[in-house]
């Protein structure tokens, strides 16, 4: 009876996700927000360790992006502002401008 109420209590939640549908995809969408963290703890040659933590922000945002059933295209551009630091010093601030971008 243990094992019953174990097994009982570990079951899964139903997963409400709905899946995505591609043709709703379609149309023009223009970019809002854009973050990223990345960590990595690792060591080299198992002699030197090394962690790491970056993170990304967009900024002043003017970029598009349009879908069509077959083809994309994205203009525009935005800063993208990274910190970053290493073994737990700040290797500072990045920068940088992403501007006039076209792609098909």
Known sequence: MALALVLW???NEDDTTTPLD???L???W???SLEADIDLE???FQLVPINSSTTSV???FDYDLTLTETEYHVEGGYDLVTTATL???SIGEDRQTISDTSLS
Do not use: P, R
Request: with cysteine; aromatic share 0%.
């Open 9 to 11: 209590s570990c079951d």
């Open 22 to 24: 591609a043709e709703s």
């Open 30 to 32: 223009t970019l809002i």
């Open 58 to 60: 967009g900024e002043n």
């Open 87 to 89: 073994n737990g010093e």
């Open 42 to 44: 690792t060591n080299v």
């Open 26 to 28: 379609i149309g023009e």
